[in-house]
């Protein structure tokens, strides 16, 4: 099967996407394995999307899909356990519901569903494929076709090497405790966590407690929200303007364009959480 370019969702201005609504896509072919794919958004600035396969499934690369490319990517794991491994390299990692992986540039990876259960997760990824940075870019990179998931010279001095192989990955599996965390200085019911920053993307999550209302944000790049629990109202605050409400629920996300000022309320009586992935830059340029 030759390569097809995924669809690339755009909008306008900041704009809700519903689970219901979102652009769906079958990637890869037979000796890559096929992957459902969830598109939210894939601007000029940031592509976001789940991926899910049902267990024992997963995808590696072939001629034609190759799993390398020209960006910061980090993934999520929402639902099941990830195995995720560098065929060139050897490295493989055991990814659980709720913590994440992060990669950049020139890192080839496969992924599979380990278990019984379904996985999914969700991908930021930057600089997007609009800019070249995937299958066009993948075409040029030298083909791996010796695909390792050992790393034999690490026996006989294990765990005595694993310093020097953490230094050496070039996938990073972050949990919990790896986060960047952070209260909101305006409502400290409001509690953010950095995932992975880069000069391309920065992606994380957003915890609001019953009643907790996030300071005006505002980025220097695009940002891609997705609940992953309870209700999230994005308010869109443009001076010049009425604010304008938006309700998002679990699976829903959200685009909001780079300059956009915009907050984020939890007005239930439950615990709320989205994440988000900006691009390029997390903080806007001084005014």
Do not use: C
């Not at 950049?104 to 990824?125: C, I, N, S």
């Not at 972050?174 to 992975?196: C, F, N, Q, Y």
């Amino acid at each position: 099967m030759a390569y097809k370019s995924s669809p690339r969702p755009v909008f306008d201005g900041p704009t809700p996407i519903p689970y219901a609504q979102v652009t769906r896509h079958i990637w890869g072919d037979a000796a890559a394995g096929l992957v459902d794919d969830w598109i939210y958004v894939s601007s000029d600035k940031i592509h976001q999307l789940v991926f899910g396969m049902p267990p024992g499934d997963g995808f590696r690369h072939s001629e034609s899909f190759r799993t390398v490319f020209a960006a910061d990517e980090v993934l999520l794991v929402l639902m099941g356990t990830m195995v995720i491994a560098n065929p060139e390299s050897g490295e493989t990692h055991l990814v659980r519901q709720g913590e994440s992986v992060f990669f950049q540039k020139d890192t080839w990876h496969h992924a599979f569903a380990w278990g019984d259960q379904e996985l999914r997760v969700l991908e930021y990824f930057a600089p997007p494929p609009s800019t070249g940075s995937s299958g066009k870019y993948a075409a040029t990179k030298t083909y791996v076709s010796d695909i390792r998931y050992e790393r034999s010279g690490l026996i006989g001095q294990w765990p005595a090497a694993q310093a020097q192989a953490n230094a050496a990955a070039t996938i990073r599996v972050l949990r919990e405790a790896d986060r960047l965390w952070s209260l909101d200085r305006g409502d400290p019911r409001v509690l953010t966590g950095i995932i992975a920053s880069t000069d391309q993307l920065t992606a994380g999550t957003v915890r609001l407690s019953p009643g907790g209302r996030s300071q005006t944000l505002g980025h220097g790049g695009a940002a891609g929200l997705y609940v992953l629990a309870g209700r999230v109202n994005i308010l869109i605050d443009d001076p010049d303007a009425s604010p304008v409400w938006f309700e998002l629920h679990p699976q829903d996300g959200f685009y909001i364009p780079q300059g956009t000022r915009y907050r984020a309320f939890n007005m239930g009586g439950a615990p709320a959480e989205y994440a988000f992935g900006v691009a390029p830059l997390y903080y806007a340029a001084p005014a």
